[in-house]
């Protein structure tokens, strides 16, 4: 910013830059001596003024604001118009700061040059120092070239545009800026004109006439005219300090620098993000560890990338190389390889090492202000965020955003921090802490992108472990455990949080596994005095194709549980506490004998339950009823399915009855499809339960006879099954083997149910099962709850809630959902088949039993069950083939007595279906 060029932009100056060989006496002779008769008025302090400016020998005008502040040292120039500029005159830094505001180069073209003494009245706000001190800004009259060491001679009145004035005129020389010039002053009279509340006089305006001249001795007239408009005494109408402050959006390569604040490996915060230019507004929970490589966060998806919409949390590993995607709705969790995506690009937790590999960011790249930019941040002064003061950093970044429109492009980030001054207690309570990030803001003037991050609630504290925490995170298996820890320790347990995160790290440090993650649901309780900590061991995750540099490799969740024994057994579970006798702390390890294994956990699917050596915990299973009707609901996560089938089970008269929806098409179409298994005479009658087409054949291996009610005997026969196995609880062949096992208690459907496991093979039954191992959950009501029916009658208890089959090595996992679970015998006519046989291959019946049966009316479903089976034992038929059995109860009125009188029961419509598929030899060589 040279000498001409400070005078092109700042043509409102009492000056023209040149050199001269004297002054121009043929212009003015100045004056000397004291002005006594009427001194200029004094100016405020602080004041804003705008100025209209005519250069008549230019034939041009200009625009421009004043801002000043004496106090402050500082003072500020923004041009209108054609000179579309902002000069900020930093006195306390020594700088001038100049600031294209053009639209099209705002953010792009900001130059800062050093102040200097040789160029005193190049600077309309001057330049002073005493005594050696730092520089200092004129005084307010100093400024506007005033009075000083310069003599006015007071004029008289005057009016300019209809305004009173008083006048003053002086002759100005400036030897070193070879510049002789007529200076006169019109301010307003006090005594006849009344402009404001707060002064009593200030400048109208100003003539300037004079010459100046060139090394050569050419010699230049100039003529400038200045009109004082607004002008307002900012001690008592303060402006905003944004005047004197570097614009939003605008880097400036300041040579006067301030250091960014250090920062933990970790923090924790809640972000909110707005886009004012799409008029939207999102927030986000983060969690960071560089220590332990471990990020969380939490957010609600603008768009569907394959996860929904519901608020997702997601978890990334860093030291496994794996991403933790929980939909907090439906509790629903996917893993993925970890790899750059939508939160994990160049704004967020990952940094690309190459082309093929990331790593974790530290906090300052996390936070935007490090990696390759690090040395491009200059320190912009201080603004006020949300009425707190903040020191601002700014820096410019190309490539932004990271997609081809933003490549090549440059972009403005700022960074706000706290004041040294403000202390911020966070949520964690913790003592105060300073310098904290209140908010990240980026310009993309070129694509007109805009985006404020606000920090809130930034804490310095390490997370704990609970907040990265998989608990309900259910894609691979788990195993749940108790120790004890020796006492009394537990009412010295000031942070429980604090506690679990020790013993987190006590077990990574020891059991061989590479991430706190795969310990999960820690709890805590007291035993007499004593720590009873729950917990889980979470499976590895075995995936391929992660990006993160150099992944640990974990071991296996059995391998694990064994090292667990081993190291309690060794006594290397140790924690550092103090008890309740002594306050020093002492180190503590875990009772050797106290590790068992349970699963008393909110835990919704279970894992695998194949015991570590010598921990087990037993309790008998219920028993289970001959008969009962229940709505299973069938989900399977890896095809993400949903199946429900209706069943009424009776092994007395050895019927079952399913309504389902097959999902694929067997033969009988795709509409929902009524079974009834007759295990009688071997016979399944299939009917369509939109088309009333109804089919029959004989019983035989069928995806739902398979699983739910059919079992070998051997290669050519089949049995029912029994309720136990129809629940699958049963024994499911000669080659599995059930070894239920009671592991505690736990919630699931907020209902409080007991947990029974066991490790079955060749499960499923087709090849690729055949010798792997599956294991089973079971749960039941505890016995202090009561459920009641659908059929309405008393409350059941220890009633089946869900099933829950994994087989890890196949990736399969099901879960049955057992839904209002009734052990009341079925009613007969649920095993209709009359809509199988042609009306002419059925018969209508009526029988009529003489005499008083009035206590039967009470159990009609046993009588008409009992009707049924003696219809069997006299013709032979299987009960089935007795349908529509109505009874009809008649009353006969006595109007003596006004009393009903039973007439005798009449069973009506005793349709016998006689047919002759019974004697089908297929049948016959199925059924035992």
């Not at 005219?225 to 307002?232: L, R, T, V």
């Not at 070998?712 to 239920?740: Q, Y």
Request: net charge neutral; proline share 5%.
């Amino acid at each position: 910013m040279n000498c001409c060029h400070t005078f092109i932009w700042t043509l409102c100056v009492f000056y023209w830059l040149a050199q001269c060989q004297g002054q121009d006496l043929d212009v003015c002779t100045p004056s000397t001596g004291v002005n006594k008769e009427k001194p200029p008025p004094k100016l405020p302090e602080k004041y804003h003024v705008a100025v209209s400016v005519i250069i008549a020998n230019k034939n041009k005008s200009i625009d421009m604001e004043e801002y000043y502040d004496g106090p402050g040292n500082r003072g500020s120039l923004i041009f209108h118009g054609t000179v579309n500029k902002q000069f900020i005159y930093s006195y306390d830094t020594e700088e001038i700061i100049e600031i294209d505001r053009s639209p099209s180069l705002f953010g792009q073209n900001c130059m800062v040059e050093k102040m200097s003494a040789d160029k005193e009245n190049e600077l309309i706000f001057g330049y002073q120092k005493t005594n050696g001190s730092h520089a200092h800004i004129y005084t307010a009259a100093g400024a506007l070239r005033i009075g000083g060491n310069l003599t006015e001679e007071y004029m008289g009145k005057a009016n300019h545009a209809g305004i009173n004035c008083d006048r003053w005129y002086s002759c100005v020389y400036w030897p070193h800026q070879n510049t002789t010039m007529n200076v006169t002053w019109y301010f307003s009279d006090p005594d006849s004109w009344r402009v404001s509340e707060s002064s009593s006089s200030i400048p109208i305006r100003a003539d300037v006439q004079g010459s100046v001249i060139s090394p050569d001795g050419t010699k230049r007239n100039f003529s400038h005219k200045y009109y004082f408009q607004q002008f307002e005494d900012a001690t008592q109408y303060p402006f905003d300090d944004s005047v004197f402050q570097i614009p939003r959006g605008v880097y400036c390569p300041k040579q006067n620098q301030k250091a960014l604040p250090t920062l933990p490996p970790y923090f924790q915060v809640t972000a909110e993000i707005i886009y004012p230019d799409f008029q939207g507004v999102s927030y986000i929970s983060e969690f960071y560890d560089k220590t332990s490589k471990l990020i969380s966060i939490t957010y609600k998806p603008l768009l569907d990338e394959g996860y929904g919409l519901n608020p997702l949390r997601e978890t990334h590993d860093f030291n496994t190389g794996v991403s933790y995607v929980t939909d907090l709705v439906t509790r629903n969790c996917s893993v993925k390889p970890l790899n750059v995506g939508a939160f994990t690009d160049e704004i967020y937790d990952a940094r690309k090492v190459d082309n093929l590999h990331i790593r974790m960011s530290t906090v300052a790249e996390f936070l935007g202000f490090g990696g390759n930019v690090s040395q491009n941040w200059t320190y912009s002064g201080v603004r006020k965020v949300r009425d707190i003061d903040c020191d601002v950093w700014t820096a410019v970044k190309m490539d932004w955003p990271p997609s081809p429109e933003g490549r090549g492009k440059y972009s403005v980030w700022e960074i706000y921090f706290s004041t040294v001054e403000w202390g911020f207690v966070t949520g964690e309570g913790t003592p105060p802490e300073f310098q904290i990030p209140i908010k990240v803001e980026i310009h993309q003037h070129k694509l007109g992108l805009h985006s404020i991050t606000n920090l809130i609630n930034y804490d310095y504290t390490r997370p704990r472990f609970t907040q990265y925490s998989l608990e309900s995170c259910n894609v691979v298996d788990r195993r749940r455990f108790q120790l004890t820890f020796p006492g009394p320790f537990i009412s010295k347990i000031q942070d429980r949080k604090d506690f679990i995160t020790s013993f987190t790290i006590a077990l990574v440090l020891n059991i061989g596994i590479k991430t706190p993650l795969r310990v999960a649901a820690v709890k805590l309780k007291s035993v007499s005095d004593k720590i009873q900590v729950l917990f889980s061991l979470m499976d590895r995750v075995n995936l391929r194709n992660t990006k993160v540099v150099n992944p640990l490799q974990e071991i296996s969740l059995a391998e694990a549980s064994k090292n667990l024994l081993q190291a309690v057994l060794s006594g290397h579970i140790n924690l550092t506490l103090s008890n309740d006798v002594s306050p020093t702390a002492q180190t503590v390890a875990a009772d050797p004998g106290s590790l068992i294994e349970t699963t008393s956990s909110t835990d919704l699917f279970g894992g695998t339950r194949c015991p570590v050596s010598g921990v087990s915990n037993q309790k008998p299973l219920p028993s289970m009823s001959p008969y009962f009707s229940v709505t299973k609901e069938i989900i399977d996560p890896t095809f993400k399915s949903i199946q429900y089938v209706k069943e009424y089970y009776d092994s007395l008269y050895k019927y079952i009855w399913l309504l389902y929806r097959p999902e694929f098409d067997m033969g009988y179409g795709t509409n929902p499809l009524m079974e009834i298994h007759d295990f009688n005479t071997g016979v399944s009658y299939i009917t369509d339960k939109y088309l009333g087409n109804c089919s029959y054949r004989a019983l035989d291996s069928h995806p739902h006879e398979s699983v739910v009610d059919a079992k070998k005997v051997d290669s050519t026969h089949l049995r029912m099954a029994t309720s136990a196995e129809i629940l699958g609880l049963g024994d499911l062949g000669n080659k599995l083997v059930t070894n239920w096992t009671y592991i505690g208690k736990r919630n699931v459907k907020k209902i409080d149910c007991n947990v029974w496991t066991a490790c079955k093979t060749d499960w499923p039954p087709v090849p690729e099962a055949k010798g792997k191992v599956s294991v089973w959950n079971w749960f039941f009501t505890q016995k202090s709850w009561g459920v009641v029916s659908g059929g309405g009658d008393d409350p059941e208890f220890q009633v089946p809630v869900r099933l829950v089959i994994r087989q890890p090595e196949l990736g399969i996992r099901v879960i049955y959902n057992f839904i209002n679970y009734d052990d009341t015998w079925p009613a007969a006519n649920k095993y209709d088949i009359s809509s199988c046989y042609e009306f002419k291959k059925r018969r209508n019946f009526q029988i009529a039993f003489n005499g008083d049966y009035k206590t039967l009316v009470a159990n009609k479903r046993k009588f008409l069950w009992t009707f049924r089976f003696y219809l069997y034992l006299l013709t032979d038929l299987s009960p089935i083939r007795v349908t529509n059995v109505k009874v009809h109860l008649m009353y006969l009125h006595v109007s003596q007595t006004s009393r009903y009188k039973h007439s005798p029961i009449h069973v009506t419509n005793v349709k016998g279906h006689f047919m002759y598929l019974h004697r089908h030899k297929l049948i016959k060589e199925d059924i035992l």
